[in-house]
């Protein structure tokens, strides 16, 4: 029997509870134990005591001094000591609940201890003790990470068990060929290995082979779901007008740069393709991925269907609109707008429309696919910075525009790493170049006592006719945190400012009109300096503001900072970003500092990533973030990029879906995957 078709109970004394116990932590087989791996290994091989370093675990060599002195307290609990000379020094022994190793303990026994040793008191506070010299063999201690009861201790009494009866039905489903251009060990001395440490250069090859084997995996079920929606081929072909787009081009007070126009081709390629465009498209702020969209639509409309673009926010979506419009204005191409604040009967003529083909391109919030909108002919959906909908969010886009093509567009640039795990299953394409002629934002990190300076800076701004944005990570005063917060700042700078300049304030807990209302007054000068929460970070387009104030800017991450830097230096003139902050962190301090020096969205992506990890990369805890057992994406992004490599010229090989070479690793992913149990065979 396979170990993944084997219950844990055949393991020897995993009794109903322990199972149960087991189960409950999603181990369910043989193989599920096997592979719960320890997180870090005790290390107890020091034996000579004046070299052990204080709290440290070690392992102690010596004879019994002194007959074992035991007190219990209550039934259970109990404290026992004993002395014990050891590299000729006298150390005392120190055991809680552990007084039935006494008999042991006898004057001039030669015994081996490990625990955790306190210099001071010259004691051992022992956790584990055999009689004799046995330090060679204990010198690593596996540490699993404990599950409620299932401390680590039981842990690796059970895997112990498994190793000897199961260790060797471990099976390799990886051809020697990769084995051996890899250098990497065969499964089961890897497996052993992981759990047994018995050389530091030997775990670390069965590691590399683990995080390779988890990588290659993953890689594998997205590239072959990715390569059996294009063999579905449930996507319609669009036949793109060149000459008209052509046409279109040439209108435009601009050129495409060189990245715009490579994306523009790979879009064009997947809307000619019988299948499913599943894309995404990146690209720094200010980079032209409007007019990429502007375009991408329009060949659909073109070709007799329509578009949709989703925003995340009510602003953006009447932003996008009105570029829209704009940019298709002289083209006939009708672009409508639906967001909740339409009104019931102008909401039902628009439905209408829709339905019947007189709107084009139709731009909303996500509600335009939750609700039950109907089209005639859809034929090609965009997301605008897509990272917000999260992954959940992109599957139910994908499943109801069932042949519809998909393109998600995202002002923030996702590090390599990411792009290749979380995005690993969509085709992504880079704009990697700014327009020409845009002037680089002055960027400058103060501390708040430096406030007086940041006024005089707003003042000289709005007294040149320019605008400026203030944004403060909260809305309303919280005792915990010692942050501004947009309602205080408000107040403030419309108290200092007084008659002179217009202050508006703006937060995710106005409704709709308010927003709209503030963001309107804004967009028209009338307003001169917004204090707003992160609210406006995405996409909002005033050419005329050239300062960004950023309140405890530590609080942000880098992309977040980019993101919200990225409001200014949108027009002629010079911009600038001031970031007030007083980090207690070096890695606080860090960040700040990094976004003086560097304006590159990509690089600002990768250190976020490495300073602030995976998890906390996309803010909320849908990102879909693949979990690892071994694998760091992060840390091991080379094998995550040597997996993926792999993968797509194994999908992409007859070798791969015929030869006896790959029938383990085929029946591994048939095992681990019903969907693609179905789709293997
Ligand atoms: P993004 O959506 O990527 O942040 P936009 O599409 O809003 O960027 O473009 C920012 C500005 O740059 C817009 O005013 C747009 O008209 C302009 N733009 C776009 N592409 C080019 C280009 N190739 N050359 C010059 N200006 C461009
Ligand atoms: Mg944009």
Redesign the pocket.
């Known amino acids: 029997m396979n170990l993944s078709e084997r219950p844990v109970d055949d393991i020897y004394g995993v009794g109903p509870t322990q199972a149960e116990l087991l189960h409950q932590h999603q181990l369910h087989t043989v193989e599920d134990v096997l592979l719960y791996f320890p997180f870090r290994y005790e290390d107890y091989s020091i034996r000579d005591i004046r070299e052990a370093v204080d709290g440290e675990a070690v392992t102690v060599v010596g004879t019994v001094q002194t007959q074992p002195l035991v007190k219990f307290f209550g039934k259970k609990k109990s404290k026992m000591t004993v002395k014990l000379l050891s590299g000729g020094q006298l150390i005392a022994l120190l055991f809680f609940n552990q007084a039935f190793h006494k008999a042991k303990l006898q004057i001039g026994a030669t015994v081996t201890a490990n625990g955790k040793w306190n210099r001071a008191r010259a004691e051992l506070t022992v956790t584990k003790l055999t009689v004799g010299d046995t330090a060679e063999k204990s010198a690593r201690v596996p540490v699993y990470p404990a599950k409620g009861e299932l401390t680590s201790a039981k842990f690796k009494r059970i895997i112990d068990t498994a190793l000897q009866s199961f260790g060797d039905d471990v099976e390799e489903f990886l051809p020697e060929e990769m084995l051996h251009a890899y250098k990497l060990p065969v499964r089961k001395h890897a497996l052993q290995e992981l759990h047994l440490f018995t050389s530091a250069s030997q775990l670390k090859h069965a590691r590399r082979r683990f995080v390779y084997e988890e990588f290659l995996l993953f890689q594998l079920k997205m590239q072959l779901f990715k390569h059996h929606e294009r063999q579905a081929s449930v996507g319609v072909a669009t036949t793109i007008d060149n000459e008209a787009i052509e046409g279109f081009m040439a209108t ?6 060189k990245a ?1 126009e490579r994306v523009l081709n790979e879009i064009f390629t997947d809307l000619k393709a019988p299948y499913r465009m599943n894309r995404l498209l990146q ?11 502007a375009i991408a639509l329009l060949s659909v409309v073109l070709s007799g269907k329509q578009g949709a673009m989703m925003v995340p926010t009510e602003i953006l979506a009447e932003q996008h609109w009105q ?1 829209l419009t704009a940019l298709l204005d002289a083209t006939g191409v009708t672009v409508g707008l639906l967001t909740s604040s339409l009104k019931a009967a102008a909401k039902r003529d628009m439905l209408h429309a829709l339905k019947e083909g007189y709107i084009d391109i139709i731009v909303g919030t996500h509600a335009l696919i939750q609700e039950q909108v109907e089209f005639k002919d859809l034929g090609l959906v965009i997301t ?1 910075e897509q990272h917000r909908f999260g992954v959940r969010q992109r599957r139910v886009l994908r499943d109801k525009g069932a042949v519809t093509d998909v393109l998600y ?1 995202t ?1 923030t640039p996702i590090p390599r790493t990411l792009a290749i795990s979380v995005f690993g299953e969509m085709d992504v394409s880079t ?1 990697d170049e700014l ?3 845009r002037k680089p934002i002055e960027t400058y990190w103060v501390k708040p006592d430096m406030m007086e300076r940041v006024l005089s800076l707003i003042s000289k701004e709005l007294n040149a006719g320019r605008q400026a944005y203030v944004v403060c990570p909260l809305i309303e005063e919280s005792e915990q945190l010692d942050v501004q917060n947009a309602i205080d700042v408000h107040q403030q700078l419309h108290t200092y400012f007084q008659d002179q300049f217009n202050v508006g304030l703006m937060h995710g807990r106005l409704d709709a009109k308010e927003k709209e209302a503030v963001m309107k007054q804004f967009t028209a000068g009338e307003v001169d300096l917004l204090v707003s929460t992160t609210v406006v970070e995405v ?1 909002v ?1 005033v ?1 005329n503001a050239t300062l960004m104030v950023i309140y405890d800017a530590e609080r942000f991450g880098l992309s977040q900072l980019h993101q919200l830097r ?1 409001r200014v230096g ?1 027009g002629e003139h010079q911009s600038y970003c001031i970031l007030l902050g007083d980090p207690k962190s070096d890695t606080g301090k860090e960040r700040l500092q990094i976004m003086t020096e560097t304006e590159d969205g990509f690089a600002l992506s990768e250190r976020d990533l490495e300073l602030r990890g995976p998890g906390d990369f996309f803010g909320d805890k849908q990102s879909g973030l693949p979990e690892f057992r071994l694998g760091d994406m992060v840390h091991d992004y080379r094998a995550l990029e040597v997996a993926r490599k792999d993968a797509t010229e194994l999908v992409a090989s007859a070798a791969f879906w015929e030869d006896d070479l790959y029938g383990p690793l085929r029946e591994k992913l048939r095992r681990e995957d019903a969907f693609f149990s179905t789709k293997l065979d």
């Open positions: 435009l007070p601009f050129s495409l740069t715009q690209g720094d702020v200010g980079s032209g991925k409007t007019i990429i969209a570029s605008d567009m002002a704009i327009p020409k002629g996409g387009n050419p990225g949108r």
